[in-house]
């Protein structure tokens, strides 16, 4: 779901992703997933694209006439052990 800054609040359990950059947006957009979802994902990539389509029509991306398209793959085993031991960042820092 991505909703307008400050329309959600992030929990103590929610876990940082990262940054992610809209060609036309200047701002970044912060990503979070739930604790229980990034411990079940934490081996994998994730990519989001936003690609013309329709979405699920809850997300504010719907009456645009955009969707988010989810791909994951596999960390290899250079990026596992590059990730070992990194801090994780939930919505309680």
Known sequence: ???LAGEFRVGGSDVFLGDLTIEGIT???KVWISLPQF???SHTHITIDVVVGRGGGFSIEAPEGK???IRSR???DEETRALEGAPILTGAY
């Open 1 to 3: 779901m991505c909703y």
């Open 27 to 29: 701002e970044p957009i």
């Open 39 to 41: 411990e079940y994902w």
């Open 67 to 69: 969707r988010f398209l």
């Open 74 to 76: 596999l960390f290899t």
